[in-house]
């Protein structure tokens, strides 16, 4: 098979599988359609609602889990008419806001039993980005919808884009975007769709009694359309994949010569990195021993007499005498550049009147700190 009859096929197959999946989500506005825009009677997948048949609010609730929310919203809405919960993540001041949409039980129930049933506005808020919104009109209805999924009906008070502004809180001064007609919403819900959250899909489940359970629901489509899914899915993965592979191993062959050096330079590259790598812990791990003799001239401007200098991790011990061992150690503690001078052993007084001592210090952090700024 040719290149081009790949496309063909593939383009046919997907077309077939996306017209008939459009034909299973029904949108209830004023008029009853499906998202091909054509009238229909179907039974569908999703049913969209249209704004008009809902009202919808806000709540804040403490930031507990969503299946432990679910339970409180559960309870607050027993015997009230079917609701849709939407929670949002949790806030700054450790809050979740749950967005209530209160469906109109007589046209939720003149519809065709669906397994999903999502608000229009849910679901086109899902394509606005921060500080963005929106005036929708279509089908003889108009409203305005904000980023984060608030919509108003337009009308009254608020008829005024300024004042719709200013009580969503948005710049009055900042345009909406203008969305007319129903062929622009229609491709909106085909993106939005597939890009609505599972959480959300999951709280979109059709809120109606269970009594209607699946007897109202058409089984045969629901196979049908996902036998089709399942062929059309898997038709397509292995002809895509066979032209990729082919598509891929050509690239490979016509590349050959240059990731061959760039294999070269990338080897030559991580060489040098390790010997920098090396250079740098043996820098970090050396020892000032500049500061190490300061403190050996300040014991013997004291008259101390040193015997031996050891060095065990950090700190550094001094062995010898002195006429006086406390100056020594006096004056070793009050370098800046020394910390924690102690005396390791008692001090011994000789015959010949010189005090022994062994004392130990430790390089000061701060002066390290410092040196390593000023490198």
């Known amino acids: 098979m040719t290149r081009h009859g790949v496309k063909g096929l593939l383009d046919r197959i997907a077309h077939g599988v996306t017209d008939r999946l459009l034909r299973h989500v029904l949108w209830q506005a004023s008029e009853r359609r499906d998202l091909a825009g054509r009238p229909t009677d179907r039974y569908?997948?999703?049913?969209?609602?249209?704004?008009?048949?809902?009202?919808?609010?806000?709540k804040l609730y403490p930031a507990l889990r969503r299946r432990d929310l679910r339970k409180v919203l559960q309870g607050e809405l027993a015997g009230e008419p079917p609701t849709i919960s939407l929670i949002g993540p949790i806030r700054d001041d450790d809050r979740r806001e749950v967005r209530l949409y209160r469906l109109d039980r007589d046209v939720l129930e003149s519809l065709p039993r669906s397994l999903f049933v999502v608000p229009e506005s849910a679901l086109l808020a899902t394509q606005l980005t921060g500080g963005q919104w929106v005036d929708v009109e279509r089908q003889g209805y108009r409203y305005y919808l904000f980023h984060g999924g608030p919509s108003q009906p337009a009308g009254g008070v608020l008829e005024a884009r300024q004042l719709v502004a200013m009580a969503a809180g948005m710049d009055p001064e900042?345009?909406?975007?203008?969305?007319?007609?129903?062929?622009?919403?229609?491709?909106?819900?085909?993106?939005?769709?597939?890009?609505?959250?599972?959480?959300?899909?999951w709280?979109?489940?059709?809120?109606?009694?269970?009594?209607?359970?699946?007897?109202?629901?058409?089984?045969?489509?629901?196979?049908?359309?996902?036998?089709?899914m399942l062929v059309g899915y898997l038709a397509f993965a292995s002809v895509y994949l066979q032209a990729l592979l082919?598509?891929?191993?050509?690239?490979?062959?016509?590349?050959?010569?240059?990731?061959?050096?760039?294999?070269?330079?990338?080897?030559?590259?991580?060489?040098?990195?390790?010997?920098?790598?090396?250079?740098?812990?043996?820098?970090d791990g050396r020892v000032d021993t500049q500061q190490i003799w300061l403190g050996i001239a300040s014991a013997l401007a004291n008259g101390a007499a040193i015997n031996r200098v050891e060095m065990q991790g950090e700190r550094i011990s001094l062995r010898g005498d002195s006429p006086d061992a406390a100056e020594v150690l006096l004056a070793l503690a009050q370098l800046d550049e020394f910390e924690d001078a102690a005396f390791d052993a008692p001090v011994r007084t000789g015959r010949n009147g010189r005090q022994s001592f062994a004392l130990s210090f430790v390089l000061?952090?701060?002066?390290?700190?410092?040196?390593?700024?000023d490198d």
């Open 44 to 58: 569908p997948l999703v049913a969209l609602l249209g704004r008009e048949h809902y009202s919808e609010r806000r």
């Open 174 to 201: 900042q345009p909406p975007e203008e969305w007319r007609g129903s062929g622009a919403l229609l491709s909106r819900f085909r993106r939005a769709l597939v890009a609505l959250p599972l959480p959300d899909w």
């Open 203 to 228: 709280a979109c489940r059709n809120p109606l009694p269970r009594a209607f359970g699946f007897s109202g629901l058409a089984l045969k489509p629901v196979a049908v359309t996902a036998g089709l």
């Open 246 to 283: 082919g598509q891929r191993d050509r690239a490979v062959l016509a590349l050959g010569p240059e990731v061959q050096q760039g294999l070269i330079a990338d080897n030559e590259a991580g060489e040098l990195a390790s010997r920098q790598d090396a250079l740098i812990e043996l820098w």
């Open 364 to 373: 000061s952090d701060a002066r390290t700190e410092s040196e390593a700024v």
